[in-house]
């Protein structure tokens, strides 16, 4: 849809200064959690900008430009990588056995207070890390829902999936991170390794 | 996982359904029927804290980054050339 006839350019011009670059942050650092690397997300960040302000006629005027700008930096990201593979997600029965699987894999620890575990200093970069290693599109999708807050909805429409692909991809990204986690936990002796694990 | 009755959902249930809960993405019953069940069982509620103090930990990652000033200057110039007017951000 495009802005009201009789906006003019100029007036469109300041619309898209108004509404579009406060979101410059926000799509700088979704930039940086898509590409891992400070030069391409510049790079990113730019050719998002530039391709918003050529297509900001068709910017519905009252809708979510931060949703609508972090769209085409995927778009973006994902067309410069040329990695365009067909993904085949899983749905929601499969979301669920995400859910068990994962609490299955910290059911035999023993009891303790996971918030000491998880806001101990060593773990915070180790979460990082282990965000920033896994693949895509779980990465993306973490990132949007748990680390940016969005909700599964925006999630979806910002990766253009369906919200059942949002709660599979989810549910799996977190899965995967939680056993990265884990066995960090265990390697430096924040939790006993499997030997010392107690049974259910 | 047990199938113990703790109100009108059972373990494998509310277990099955934690991240949905934590992420507030339930019907209000449903909701309340598992809020309920974690206040009643010993079972569940570690599990529970797990994934909280989980998700907690991942929201904590998130970091306030700004634009270079030179990135976002650079942004500014190469909008003024496509054309962009009177923009007034440096």
């Known amino acids: 849809m495009t802005a009201a006839p009789e906006e003019s350019k100029k007036e469109q011009d300041q619309r898209f200064e108004r509404e579009a670059l406060p979101w410059m942050d926000d799509v700088y650092r979704f930039a940086k959690w898509l590409t891992r690397n400070d030069a391409d997300a510049d790079d990113l960040v730019q050719e998002t900008y530039l391709r918003a302000y050529r297509s900001w006629h068709t910017f519905q005027p009252g809708s979510d430009a931060r949703r609508w700008l972090f769209t085409i930096c995927r778009n973006v990201y994902l067309r410069n990588r040329e990695r365009e593979r067909r993904i085949v997600d899983t749905g929601g029965d499969d979301a669920k056995l995400e859910t068990l699987a994962a609490v299955q894999s910290h059911a035999d620890l023993p009891s303790r207070s996971w918030d000491d575990v998880f806001g101990a200093v060593d773990l915070g970069p180790a979460i990082e890390r282990a965000i920033s290693e896994l693949g895509e599109p779980y990465r993306s999708t973490v990132l949007l829902v748990d680390v940016d807050g969005q909700s599964y909805e925006e999630a979806a429409s910002i990766l253009d999936v369906p919200v059942g692909t949002i709660r599979s991809r989810l549910f799996r990204g977190r899965r995967l991170l939680q056993e990265a986690l884990l066995a960090h936990a265990r390697d430096s002796g924040m939790l006993p390794s499997g030997d010392g694990r107690h049974g259910s | ?90």
Do not use: N
């Open chain 2, 1 to 90: 996982m047990k199938k113990l009755d703790c109100g009108s959902v059972d373990c494998t249930q509310v277990v099955s359904q934690l991240w949905d809960y934590l992420d507030g993405e339930l019907t209000e019953e449903r909701m309340r029927d598992i809020q309920t069940h974690l206040t009643a069982c010993a079972g569940c509620f570690p599990h529970f804290d797990f994934e909280r103090a989980f998700l907690k930990a991942l929201a904590a990652t998130r970091k306030e980054d700004r634009m270079p000033g030179v990135l976002r200057a650079r942004i500014m110039e190469k909008l003024r050339e496509a054309g962009c007017e009177g923009l007034t951000s440096p």
